[in-house]
């Protein structure tokens, strides 16, 4: 694959608790210059990125990271996510639900997020490094039944990021409608270019520019 295929698949992220404004700029310099599929940046941001950058497609996190925030907060972040100009939601699950095998809540939280998202991008985040691959399968059946638009890995908060093997137990067990964002760990040319082999339309990095340009 071509650097500029690569980066078509790339959400260049920063999602730093001290991220600044220059640092988010500058991310979202990059990404339009390579022409990645978004920045992924803090709720925080969004509003000035969307004023500085009108064209860039800009994605963002909601229940970030660990998921456990009421249905209620996570649908209030989204609306406000959306209303400052972002264009696709990376939710994080409540893996206490997961836990407790209420996957009937997993899938009525996720439904209700794709309900407020409309036609924007959802994607949601599993955080596989907490998860049993029973649970990961479960969650692949309820990200499919809830019409999220993308399953994803990890928030890179966790104990471990993105992992082949568990691309392919996603490829296996989601619905045909649902698309795969490996996040979490990237940090070779040859990572991006075989989870893309796997399956995955989006790569969730913040390592990616400086990999591929060698920087």
Do not use: W
């Amino acid at each position: 694959m071509t650097n500029a295929e690569i980066f078509g698949y790339i959400d260049h992220t920063l999602l730093s608790p001290t991220a600044t404004a220059m640092q988010i700029r500058t991310l979202c310099i990059e990404a339009v210059g390579y022409k990645c599929a978004s920045v992924c940046i803090p709720p925080c941001y969004i509003k000035q990125v969307h004023k500085e950058f009108p064209d860039l497609n800009i994605c963002t996190v909601v229940g970030f990271p660990l998921g456990y925030s009421s249905t209620e907060a996570k649908i209030a972040e989204t609306r406000q996510a959306l209303a400052d100009g972002a264009n696709e939601i990376d939710m994080v699950i409540n893996l206490t639900a997961v836990k407790n095998e209420d996957y009937d809540t997993v899938m009525d939280e996720i439904g209700q997020l794709k309900t407020v998202c409309g036609d924007h991008i959802l994607k949601v985040i599993v955080e596989t490094c907490y998860l049993t691959t029973d649970e990961k399968i479960m969650l692949c059946n309820a990200v499919t039944t809830a019409g999220a638009d993308y399953i994803k890995t990890s928030t890179g908060f966790g104990t471990g990021g993105a992992t082949f093997d568990d691309i392919r137990l996603f490829k296996q067990n989601i619905g045909r409608n649902v698309k795969i964002k490996a996040a979490g760990g990237i940090k070779t040319r040859e990572d991006m270019e075989e989870f893309i082999r796997l399956g995955c339309s989006r790569l969730g990095t913040s390592s990616g520019v400086k990999i591929l340009t060698k920087r």
